[in-house]
Structure formats: structure tokens, C-alpha cells
């Protein structure tokens, strides 16, 4: 070929210095032999490496699953709850909890307390048996148990009375607590042997699909089954819901209230009982079920009434002499690092004030009035300057990026709207921000389609033409949240706070903007999530270190409340008998009001409509208050959420509230109390989601006219409004069809609200021609927090 070049190779002592600096590269069959053998060692040691970490690993999953075994079932772990549910209501729990607690007491003996220590077992426990058809009572022990036994009856005879209405509502509300480990007893089996196996099978293939696969069935009806059942449960590792071990709580045996000399409106509450969970602090707040957040006044450690090992504390405590136990060491709390029982923020009324502008603020104000671009517009030639600034066309009108509130609605500032909009490529805009195609708006026909006039109607004629169109098109496809324009109010003032949005996905909207009173009296996370991590890492620290001010898990303490109102003491002792009374130890900052935020689902056995501000009672983990929330919709790629008047039912929406903080995660089991003083039912169950503020939730409105002249892109609508004045106010926000068209006000028309409306394709008659306004929307805040108050 021409132009090629024959390739030359280099001499080679232009790569090597010398002959004999050639061969330094090669490696000879020693050396090799020797780089291999290292290579070979390096594996051998990686391998090593990996097996002792692998090995680690497996002693410290090991030492740490003994320790856990040891804590739950060691003379130091609190007593195991049991709780005998009953799965409908022809089971009998009290033969079968006085069977359980006559194997586990000493020797065999009646027991008086429903706790017994058994050293044959090595077990500890606390029998409690669900009183059928008490929700509340059932909800409460399920919070505090460690071992749920469900009982059925095997003489049922149809299938479907193994479970009744209520055990099925039940545990529902269980699985959204969260279950700890459970088993199922089944009780009446026939005495005869293939009878009994048969039956035995019948109920477990029936029941295996509503509990866990890892729940073990077991028949109950003599003491043998009860005592093989004991045996192996001594030596199963039992499973808690994770909230749990994250607080610690004390369920009470022992309720007392002390009256208070000073002031005789409030008294000291006395709570009696085992420590679980993690080490209590005596500078820890307290939530006391039902009642509310309060400090304590003093803890004392009692002498274990029910010993594991009766050789060293042979002495067992009957239940009348619980308190009377001997006080083995009392703790009083530190007036420098008790927590505070802070609930509200006292609001400062002229912190909203606005103060006069500082030079560096007016500096950068007159740099942007400076650096704004003039505004072309066609003129007239030979007008002057002067002549110009008087001027006032449709451009500058459909090109003001805002009005005051003396011309119209305020739109957002970044957005530019209508065809005086320059330099904006249609492209790069979604479908909320497509801009209109309006270079045909001008052209009329003589075809024009033309329904009723309604400038000579009377009000009830104009009341009677909107009902009857309303409901024609309500059959077509329901809007929810179209609303009337009212007659007798001006809707520029009936719909003040009210503004319209060009995109509700990308459209800003200030948090901090026009702010309710309430939010003057809560609180609010600068981060959140590192407020959390360290709130958690505090609280493992104290548990594991052994402070003074603590009381450790499996210890038997006394509480001393201090400052309960004396009519709540007294709603407290008498629910004792039925309810057990808990008593959660509050994370720091947990007594402080903020806007909690729940993802919740509407209870599928509750058919009652569910209105938004509506008093409800919220179960969240072991703490109990009264909201009255909102409910919204869960927008991933948006900041702002769109409010739901009503929650519905089969899928999940967010409900905001205001609450004292709670660190997620934790389970919602929402209450609704029925009129007449009828028991509470499960309305809705859910989970806590974050707190946060400044989550924006829009309540949305659509305002509705019908096309009166159509032609073409343009239309003359009527009953949107029922003033021209309305008309000049809304004239900023973008109207849209139901059919899909966009369009804009252009003017109005006569003196009954009519508008001439352009269009970016041609409307039909039958079309609904809608505009979208919206406000924030914010929780009520309740008249009462505690639920106790209403019993």
C-alpha cells in the first residue's frame, strides 16, 4: 500500500542498560518455588483468618442466646406472663388457669396469687385469664404478655365456632400489636382414642391458618398434657415485639393511692408490681395507662415475694401482704437531672412581630430591584414613557407573576402562566405545566352551541338548574370534593384562604406560612432522626450501666406517682380489679406535645364512616391519649399531601395528630366509643410514621361551571361564579374540564358570574368546566387528652 511505513524495532540496549541487566526479569525454578510456598501460606492464612472469625461469631451468638435464656428464665428475670385468651365464649378459662397454677405452685397447693414460683420447673409465672367480650381488658394484657395460649373448644360443632365474631376481632388487634410467641390449647377432646385424634386434627388443619407457623398445638384437658406442656415451655425461647424491649414497663399486682396533705384535688398513686423491659430510672418520666405522663416521687425495692429458690427466701408472700413486703432499699430522685414534665410550649405572642428591615436587608433589596429585567412589551409607536406607564393591556394582566390582595389571588411566583410566557420549551413541562396552545382562540363561527340564557333568572330558578346538572353529572363520575359557590357570599370571601396551584406535585408552598395558635404551643425536631439515635443510644447506656437511680429488670418495686388528680386515682383502683394497670417509663422528650403522623388502615369489621376531626382514642405501644386527626394521602414524590375528609376503607392513608412524641416504631390501635355508653370498637390499626410539623397536607376544593356558548377554544361559563368581581379574582387560576382540557379566565361576562374561558382544544357541551383551589389544613386540637376522663 503507499504510504506505509516498514515498522523498525528498537535495539535492545535502548531498553536494557547492560547484557547482563536483560535476564533480571526471568526468575528461576528456586525462586519460583519459593513464591509459590508464601503464596501458598498467604491462602493458608486468609483461610485461618476466616475461620477463627466465623468461629467468633458463633461464640458470641451463642453466649449471647444463653445470656438472653438465663435473663428470661434466671432467678433475676421478672415472672412469665401467661395470657389464657379464650377463642369463643364456651371455653372455660377458670378451670384450666386454676389447673396451670396448682402444677406450678409449691407442692402442689391451691394458689392464692395468680403468680407462682415453681422450682420444680424453674419457671416463674403470672397467670392471667381475658375476660370474653372486654376489648380494653384484652388489648392491656396482651401489651404485657409473654406467651398469648389461645384456647378452643373441640365440641364445637361446626367449623366455624372454633373462632367467634369477637376472638377474631381480637386478634386482629393482636397481630397489629405485635404477637409474642403463642400456643393453642385445645380443650374438650372425646375420651375415646381414635375419636380424640381425629378431632385433634379437625381443629388444628381449622386453626393452623390464623396464628404463626411456629405455633405449637397442644391438647389441655388433663394435668399430664398440662404438665408435658410445661416442660417444654420451660426450654423454649420466647419471642417479644420489638417496641417492647425498648421501654421500660411495670404491670401492676398491688394498686393504692395516697391522699396529698397540701392539696386534696391531687394524691400519690401507688403501683406495685415486676420490672420488665429495661432498668428504670427514678428521674424517668412515667405513663401511666389510661391516666397520662407523670413524675415520681420515690421508688422502693421490695423483698421478691415469690423466690425462685425456696431454700433462701423461704417465706412466700400471700396476696394481702403485697404490701407489706419488707422495703429493701428506697431511691428518691435528683432534683438536677430529674426529667422535667415539660408538655407544652408557652407561646410568646410577639415573637411573630415584624421588626423594622436592617441595612443589609434593604441593601439586598435594592440590588434585586436592580437586577430585574424590564418587562418588553408592544407599544404604540411614538408613545412615550410617560404615555406607557398608564397603559394597562390583557398581556400585562395574564403575564403578572403576582396580585395583591386588592386585585386577585395570589399564584406561586416561580411559575409563568398564559402566551405572554417566553422562553419555555414545551418539552421540558409535565402535563400540569403544558402550556396552553391558544394561537387559534380568536376564530368564531356562526355554529355556536348555546344553552339557556341566565341573565333574566330568578335564585330559586338558579338554584333548581345547578341541582338538577349536579346530579346528571354525578352519575357520570363522582368528584369528592366539589363544592357549591354559596349565593349570598361573595366567593372571593367565602374562599379567602383559599389559592390555586399551576402544579400540586412541583408548585412551593412555605411551611412556615400563616401558622395555626397551636403550633406556638408544641415542639419540633431540628433532625429528627439523630434526635432518635442518640435518645436510643442513652437509653441502652443506662441499662447496661449499673447507676444508682436505677431499678433493673425482674426486680419487685413500688411506685410512688406523685400529683395524680384524686378522681383519676380513684378511676384507676377500681379498673384494677379488671384491667391491669401498666406503667411505661417515657424516653426523653416523650412528654412534649408535637404533630405525630400515623400510617393507618381502616378496621375491615368496622363499616361506619370515619370524618376527619373526629375524636377517637389512639393505643399507641403502651400509651393511651385522645386525638382528633386528620387523614391525607401519602404522595412519595411530593412535599405537599392532599387531605381526605373521610378515612376509607381497604387502603392506607396518614393520619396527623397532635400528641405527646413517641419514637417510632410503634403499633396504632385506634378506638371509636359508640354512643350510649356502648363499648369501645377497633376502628382502624396502623403504625407510627414520623413527627414532623412542617408536613404540608392541602385540603382541596373544585369549583364547577357549565358551558353556556362554546365555540371553539372559547366558551362563556356560567355558575362558577355569581358576581363579576369573584370572576376578576380567580381570573389567575387555571381551569380545567373534565374531558382533559386546560384553559384560562379571560374575562367576564354580564353581571351574573359569567367568564369567557379560553381553551387548549375544543370543549363539549356536555363538559364540566372545574377550577382547583387549596388551603392547609391542620389537626383539632382535643378538648381532653386521657381517655380515664371519659369513664
Not at 510456598?37 to 483468618?49: F, H, I, L, M, T
Not at 390464623?210 to 384437658?221: I, L, W
Not at 425498648?246 to 396529698?260: E, F, G, H, I, T
Request: contains cysteine.
Amino acid at each position: 500500500m503507499g504510504g506505509s511505513r516498514v515498522q523498525v524495532n528498537k535495539a535492545h540496549k535502548t531498553r536494557f542498560s547492560s547484557k547482563s541487566s536483560r535476564n533480571l526479569h526471568k526468575t528461576s525454578l528456586k525462586d519460583k518455588s519459593r513464591i509459590a510456598k508464601s503464596e501458598r501460606n498467604v491462602a493458608k492464612g486468609a483461610r485461618a483468618v476466616r475461620i477463627q472469625r466465623n468461629k467468633m461469631l458463633r461464640e458470641q451468638k451463642r453466649a449471647a442466646l444463653l445470656k438472653e435464656k438465663r435473663a428470661s428464665s434466671g432467678s433475676s428475670s421478672p415472672p412469665l406472663v401467661i395470657v389464657l385468651f379464650g377463642l369463643s365464649a364456651s371455653v372455660n378459662l377458670d378451670s384450666l388457669a386454676e389447673d396451670l397454677l396448682k402444677l406450678l405452685s409449691p407442692e402442689g397447693g391451691g394458689a392464692v396469687s395468680s403468680t407462682v414460683a415453681s422450682f420444680e420447673y424453674k419457671l416463674r409465672a403470672t397467670v392471667l385469664k381475658a375476660p370474653h367480650g372486654d376489648l380494653l381488658s384484652c388489648m392491656e394484657m396482651a401489651k404485657v404478655a409473654d406467651l398469648i395460649a389461645f384456647v378452643a373448644s373441640a365440641s364445637e360443632e361446626s367449623d366455624s365456632d372454633y373462632i367467634d365474631s369477637f376472638g377474631s376481632q381480637c386478634l386482629s388487634v393482636f397481630r397489629s400489636l405485635g404477637l409474642p410467641s403463642t400456643v393453642v390449647f385445645i380443650r374438650d377432646l372425646p375420651i375415646e382414642l381414635k375419636r380424640r385424634n381425629d378431632s385433634k386434627k379437625m381443629c388444628t388443619s381449622r386453626l393452623a391458618s390464623e396464628f404463626p407457623e411456629d405455633c405449637k398445638f397442644y391438647p389441655a384437658d388433663t394435668k399430664d398434657e398440662l404438665h408435658k406442656f410445661l416442660w417444654l415451655f420451660k426450654e423454649q425461647r420466647l419471642t417479644l415485639p420489638h417496641w417492647r424491649n425498648q421501654r421500660p414497663y411495670l404491670m401492676s399486682q398491688k394498686v393504692d393511692m395516697v391522699a396529698d396533705d397540701v392539696n386534696s384535688v391531687k394524691c400519690t398513686l401507688i403501683l406495685t408490681g415486676y420490672v420488665h423491659g429495661r432498668s428504670l430510672s427514678v428521674n424517668q418520666l412515667v405513663h401511666v395507662s389510661g391516666a397520662g405522663d407523670f413524675q415520681l416521687h420515690k421508688i422502693e425495692i421490695l423483698k421478691d415475694p415469690f423466690p425462685l429458690n425456696p431454700r433462701k427466701e423461704p417465706d412466700a408472700m400471700d396476696s394481702d401482704d403485697l404490701l407489706d413486703v419488707e422495703v429493701v432499699r428506697s431511691v428518691h430522685p435528683d432534683s438536677l437531672t430529674q426529667e422535667p414534665l415539660l408538655v407544652e410550649n408557652v407561646p410568646d405572642p410577639l415573637a411573630g412581630e415584624q421588626t423594622w428591615p436592617t441595612e443589609a436587608e434593604m441593601a439586598e433589596a435594592d440590588k434585586n430591584q436592580k437586577q430585574r429585567r424590564p418587562k418588553k412589551r408592544t407599544l404604540p409607536r411614538g408613545t412615550s414613557e410617560y404615555q406607557a406607564a398608564w397603559i394597562v393591556d390583557d398581556t400585562d394582566e395574564e403575564d403578572s407573576d403576582s396580585f395583591s390582595a386588592d386585585d386577585g389571588m395570589v399564584l406561586d411566583e416561580t411559575e409563568s402562566y398564559g402566551p405572554g410566557a417566553e422562553g419555555i420549551d414545551d418539552s421540558e413541562l409535565d402535563d400540569d405545566q403544558a402550556t396552553l396552545d391558544l394561537r387559534n382562540s380568536d376564530e368564531e363561527t356562526e355554529n355556536d352551541s348555546v344553552m339557556m340564557e341566565g341573565e333574566n333568572l330568578t335564585r330559586e330558578q338558579i338554584e333548581d338548574e345547578i341541582k338538577k346538572i349536579k346530579e346528571a353529572h354525578a352519575e357520570d363520575e363522582e368528584f369528592p370534593d366539589e363544592v357549591e359557590t354559596p349565593l349570598d357570599i361573595p366567593a372571593r370571601k367565602r374562599f379567602a384562604k383559599y389559592r390555586g396551584l399551576k402544579s400540586f406535585r412541583t408548585s412551593s408552598w412555605d411551611p412556615k406560612e400563616s401558622l395555626p395558635l397551636e403550633y406556638g404551643r408544641i415542639f419540633a425536631f431540628d433532625n429528627f432522626a439523630k434526635t432518635q439515635k442518640h435518645v436510643f443510644a442513652k437509653a441502652l447506656e443506662m441499662d447496661q450501666d449499673n447507676r444508682d437511680d436505677c431499678i433493673r429488670a425482674g426486680q419487685y418495686a413500688r411506685l410512688h406517682i406523685k400529683e395524680l388528680p384524686t378522681a383519676v386515682a380513684s378511676k384507676l383502683c377500681v379498673h384494677a380489679n379488671t384491667v391491669p394497670i401498666i406503667a411505661c417509663g417515657l424516653l426523653q422528650h416523650e412528654s412534649k406535645m408535637s404533630v405525630l403522623h400515623f400510617s393507618i388502615k381502616k378496621n375491615d369489621s368496622y363499616d361506619a364512616p370515619i370524618k376527619a376531626k373526629e375524636e377517637l382514642v389512639f393505643h399507641v405501644g403502651f400509651r393511651q391519649f385522645v386525638a382528633r386527626p386528620i387523614f391525607s394521602t401519602d404522595n412519595i414524590n411530593s412535599d405537599k399531601h392532599k387531605m381526605e375528609r373521610f378515612l376509607h376503607a381497604g387502603r392506607f392513608s396518614m393520619a396527623s395528630i397532635y400528641a405527646p412524641i413517641c419514637f417510632p416504631s410503634l403499633p396504632l390501635i385506634v378506638l371509636k366509643h359508640s354512643e350510649g355508653g356502648a363499648a369501645p370498637t377497633v376502628a382502624a390499626v396502623g403504625s407510627l410514621r414520623s413527627i414532623d410539623p412542617d408536613r404540608i397536607i392541602l385540603k382541596k376544593i373544585i369549583l364547577t361551571g357549565y358551558p353556556q356558548r362554546v365555540s371553539k377554544l372559547k366558551a362563556s361559563v356560567r355558575y362558577m361564579f355569581h358576581n363579576p368581581e369573584d370572576v376578576r379574582w380567580f381570573k389567575p387560576v387555571e381551569v380545567w374540564t373534565k374531558c382533559g382540557c386546560r384553559g384560562r379566565i379571560k374575562e367576564p361576562v354580564g353581571t351574573h358570574g359569567a367568564l369567557k374561558c379560553v381553551f387548549n382544544g375544543v370543549l363539549q357541551q356536555h363538559d364540566t368546566v372545574c377550577m382547583s383551589l387549596y388551603k392547609r389544613a391542620y389537626p383539632k386540637w382535643p378538648e381532653h387528652w386521657f381517655p380515664i376522663l371519659d369513664v
